[in-house]
């Protein structure tokens, strides 16, 4: 097997790994809005998450991960959407923040 075969394959493998760790991640992170959501009865709306931004960046223990950071919508009446933003540091959540929202009763 010459390099550049060896290196393509190499590529491809690591090609493999960002695309399953990337849906990993879309996982945990529409899983965690909605139980966000749930939590404050609010609506999670669309039942999905946007990736809008990814960097590398170093956890509590210095290992080199992937920050994500997810958007997602979510409404307090049904009549708002409200939108919402949420960080992965790696496979963990690191910060939530939401838009100011009316609370009901």
Same mark, same amino acid.
């Given at each position: 097997m010459d390099t550049i075969s060896l290196f393509l394959l190499l590529?491809?493998?690591?090609l493999g790994w960002f695309?399953?760790?990337?849906?990993?991640?879309? $996982?945990?992170?529409?899983?965690?809005?909605k139980n966000i959501c749930n939590n404050e009865?609010?609506?999670f709306l669309d039942d999905t998450v946007?990736?809008?931004g990814l960097v590398l960046a170093r956890d509590k223990t210095g290992r080199r991960v992937l920050r994500? /950071?997810?958007r997602f919508l979510f409404s307090e009446t049904g009549? /708002?959407?409200l $939108?919402?933003?949420?960080?992965?540091l790696g496979d963990k959540v690191e910060s939530v923040t939401m838009e100011p929202y009316q609370i009901m009763s």
């Open positions: 590529l491809l493998a690591a695309w399953f760790d990337s849906l990993r991640a879309l $996982e945990i992170a529409r899983n965690m809005g009865n609010l609506q946007a990736n809008i994500r /950071t997810y009549n /708002t959407r $939108e919402g933003q949420l960080v992965l």
